[in-house]
Nanobody, 122 residues
Framework: QVRLVESRGGLVQAGGSLTLSCTASGRTFSSYAMGWFRQTPGKEREFVAAIEWRGGVTRYADSVKGRFTISRDNAKNTAYLQMNSLKPEDTGHYYC???????????????WGQGTQVTVSS
């Protein structure tokens, strides 16, 4: 099992930036692909971004493409989600998760962080 802890989110004005981090402990972080998901009240949790174990391949949801960047530093057991040009619709509870497979499907992710709230004001 991998234990994941997200950094604190926060309140950001529209157009602003925020970087989330996700630090892992337990099993070897570098063995897993890592993803970010988000959930807003009344909606299902949705895929945001994913990065494969070496960091060479990434995937993004269309809604964040060009604005968000996922990265990882395996030496620090940490992954990042840099969020630029934030919009009110980016508001949500953001979760990091890991998977032994390369996938953007939530069902393939087996260990999850507790999540952190990001609120974007208009």
């Amino acid at each position: 099992q991998v234990r994941l802890v997200e950094s604190r989110g926060g309140l950001v004005q529209a157009g602003g930036s925020l970087t989330l981090s996700c630090t892992a402990s337990g099993r070897t972080f570098s063995s897993y692909a890592m993803g970010w998901f988000r959930q807003t009240p009344g909606k299902e949790r949705e895929f945001v971004a994913a990065i494969e174990w070496r960091g060479g391949v990434t995937r993004y949801a269309d809604s964040v493409k060009g604005r968000f960047t996922i990265s990882r530093d395996n030496a620090k057991n940490t992954a990042y989600l840099q969020m630029n040009s934030l919009k009110p619709e980016d508001t949500g509870h953001y979760y990091c998760a890991v998977t032994a497979l390369w996938s953007v499907a939530e069902s393939f992710y087996h260990d999850w962080g507790q999540g952190t709230q990001v609120t974007v004001s208009s």
